[in-house]
């Protein structure tokens, strides 16, 4: 199956920083996105990335599909940052099930 | 407002009494599943369903079921709870093709947190 690694495993920031999350993946896949788990376990979605750019406010991610690897950044950190990022991908065949990678926890310090 | 929702978000139970545990989605999708997310293991599926009546295991279906008698709802059910099924449990749903739209972000339910003693 697919492979997800997501670097760093663990981040501390001050608030105000600025930070590169990524996620590599073994194989072409048509779907990626990137969540954000807050403190209280929910999964809230942020970008539905499968290739090129885009942004949202303080957030913005990119998708080089061809070298199979995704970038998350987040400019500006605030303390509601906190928690555990997550990649995702898909074939989009077979049961569309999502490889999740094990995800990087971001404390932010005020 | 478009979203998944699942219910309880968190229950305490004991071992083999049966439970449920609700997901709906009001966008349509025909595609719904559960994962669980246990710490070390990651988000694992559990059953998937590709439409109304169509539903298949996923990678740890021991010890569930699930029914889609309806397009908008996938409950899954518990029949003997055992402590191993402990854990977080998670409702997604998707647009199975989208044409041209072809956009198959998958959106998930705020989560339920099972506990069984």
């Known amino acids: 199956g697919i492979q997800v690694e997501q670097s760093p495993p663990d981040l501390i920031l001050q608030e105000g920083a600025n930070s590169t999350l990524r996620c590599n993946f073994s194989?072409?896949?048509?779907?990626l996105q990137w969540f954000h788990q807050n403190p209280w376990g929910q999964l809230i979605n942020l970008f539905y990335?499968?290739?090129g750019t885009k942004q949202n406010g303080r957030l913005s991610a990119t998708t080089v599909a061809t070298e199979r690897y995704s970038l998350l950044y987040i400019s500006s950190s605030q303390t509601t940052d906190s928690g555990v990022y997550f990649c995702?991908?898909?074939?989009?065949?077979?049961?569309?099930?999502?490889?999740f990678g094990s995800g990087t926890r971001l404390q932010v310090q005020p | 407002e478009a979203q998944v929702t699942q219910n309880p978000r968190y229950l305490i139970t004991v071992t083999g009494k049966k439970l449920t545990v609700t997901c709906s989605q009001n966008?349509?999708?025909?595609?719904m599943s559960w994962y669980r997310q246990d710490p070390g293991l990651g988000l694992r599926q559990i059953y998937y369903?590709?439409?109304?009546?169509?539903?298949d295991k996923g990678d740890v279906p021991e010890g569930y079921k699930v029914s889609r008698k309806e397009k908008r709802n996938f409950p899954l059910i518990l029949e003997s709870p055992s402590p191993n099924q402990t854990s977080l449990y998670f409702c997604?749903?998707?647009?199975?093709?989208?044409?041209?739209?072809?956009?198959?972000?998958?959106?998930f339910g705020p989560g339920t947190r099972l506990t069984v003693t």
């Open positions: 997604a749903s998707r647009v199975l093709s989208g044409g041209s739209m072809k956009a198959y972000e998958q959106y």
């Open positions: 194989d072409s896949v048509n779907n």
């Open positions: 990335i499968p290739s």
């Open positions: 995702a991908v898909d074939l989009d065949t077979g049961r569309r099930a999502l490889t």
């Open positions: 966008m349509n999708h025909e595609y």
């Open positions: 369903s590709m439409n109304v009546e169509v539903t």
